[in-house]
């Protein structure tokens, strides 16, 4: 029992998982970053992007996280997103015509936080379809 | 006294306008418990993140961050204060709108300069009408709140108060206590006040540890705050969501119990009316015969 800890996982509009884990993956803002047990108290930035995490069981998940964070104090993480998604709540067909909308803005000429905006867009389109298509191979 | 078949046409059109009343009714209704069963799920997230957010400003005390600043360099007259004022899209929900307004209207006797963000078509038209400073671009619906629209508003309201043109964020939207009492409120959402995520009595002997913030206070600030406030913001947008249904409801209610007063005593009208019309014709009846006989 020495090597997991306790992880709690939330969307803004539900509790996404909660219980032990061995090991958090997650996307921060330098490069990807992953958790063990008795990790340093730490709180990161988290980006959008894929977690990984392998349960107390040895199960492996894989889920597309937007913005957020990430806490670890005293062995106990939780992880804050607006939106966390498992690979078969992804609507494939949708998140493709997000990314091409978002590409297809990025052509234009746009203000700073509009060109933001569709980043952010494209990023969290890219995720998710990278993330279902992990899961069928 | 009116003639029975006046009354009749009376208590038709009440009848039908009582269907309409009830029908609405049950369609708030329904709203209002999916709109309660949304507002509960977030909850979790919310809390929690409302204590992560405490949890490292315990921590770090002396953060200085753009987003907590009170910009007192701004004297009084002269602060740019934007209200994001939360209405229906429709009427027909009692008191509703109308406290909404009354309380933005008193907001804005205060001083400095006001911006209206007004949500929902009832408020739009009423301060569309008024001379008052209000963002026209600001077009969203309040019905079926979600949290897309609730981060397309924060995004737009943190560019706002990060690029200097407001240095006050307020919120005016209506809180339900418990089934019967609604309550219109104004919150603060930027500048963030430390004091409110700071619980009043802190025992002396906990134990602070230290936590890394990676990369670093800042960033993760920058990332936190705006979600934070997407949540509030989320959460507001619900909570007004399930009021107006609320209202709306009770709204319904009282009418349809009117209309059933209204049918009752109309009904006792009706009756009266038409027994005097044939005690009338009976009165008639025999004193035609009567007058018959005794010729």
Known sequence: ?137 | MANAKEIQTRMKSIQDTMKITNAMYMISSSKMKKAKKVLEDTEPYFYNMQAAISRILRHVPDIEHPFFSVRHLVPVNERKIGCIVVTGDKGMAGAYNHNVQKLTEEFMEGPGHYKLYVLGMVGRQYFGKKKVDMDGSFRYTVQKPTMHRARLISDEIVRAFLDRELDEIHIIFTQMQNAAALETVNMQLLPLKKASFQPSSLPVDIPLEEIELSPSADVVLDTMIPNYLTGVIYGCLVEAYASENNARMMAMQSSTDSAKAMLKDLSIQYNRARQAAITQEITEVISGAKAQKRK
């Open chain 1, 1 to 137: 029992m020495t090597d997991t800890f306790g992880l709690e996982i939330y969307a803004s509009n539900k509790l996404v998982y909660a219980g032990r884990a061995r090991k958090l993956v997650l996307p921060a803002v330098d490069g990807e970053q992953a958790l063990l047990a008795h990790h340093a108290n730490i709180v990161a930035a988290v980006v959008p992007g894929e977690i990984r995490f392998e349960s107390e069981d040895g199960v492996q998940s894989i889920m597309a996280v937007s913005n957020g964070f990430v806490e670890m104090v005293n062995n106990r993480a939780k992880l804050f997103c607006l939106t966390v998604e498992r690979p078969e709540e992804i609507d494939i067909r949708r998140a493709e015509e997000a990314r091409e909308r978002a590409e297809e803005q990025l052509r234009q000429k746009q203000s700073i936080q509009e060109y933001h905006m569709n980043q952010m867009a494209l990023a969290r389109a890219m995720t998710r379809l990278r993330v279902t298509r992990k899961q069928d191979v």
